[in-house]
Structure formats: structure tokens, C-alpha cells
């Protein structure tokens, strides 16, 4: 009896994860980034890569 209630359980897991993957879906659709944004992410690796940044607590201080 209790074997028949764990895949009972386990089914009925898998059906909502399957629904909770659907609604991800609706909610969060993925788009395709614009050609400014693109650009943006190329510029800022190449900043990092020449190590030209600010660090993050240096940041935080100037708030």
C-alpha cells in the first residue's frame, strides 16, 4: 500500500513540475536581445577582460 501511494505521489510531482515549466514559459518569455543591448554586453567584456572597471565595494562606498 505504501509503494502504490510513492508513485502516486511521484506521478503527481512530475505533472507539476511539469506545469510550474509551462507557466515559466507564459511568464518569462524569451526575446531576442536588440542590437544596442548586443553591443552593450561585447563593450563591457571587453572592459572586464582590460580589467577597466570599478570594483564593487568601491561603488557601494560612493552611495
Known sequence: MEKAT???V???IKLL???VDHLKQILV???EPEPDEI???RIGRRE???KQY?????VKKQI
Request: positive net charge.
Open 29 to 31: 518569455p524569451e526575446v
Open 54 to 58: 570599478v570594483e564593487w565595494s568601491k
Open 39 to 41: 553591443r552593450a554586453v
Open 17 to 19: 513540475r511539469k506545469d
Open 48 to 50: 572586464f577582460r582590460a
Open 6 to 8: 510513492l508513485e502516486r
Open 10 to 12: 511521484y506521478h503527481e
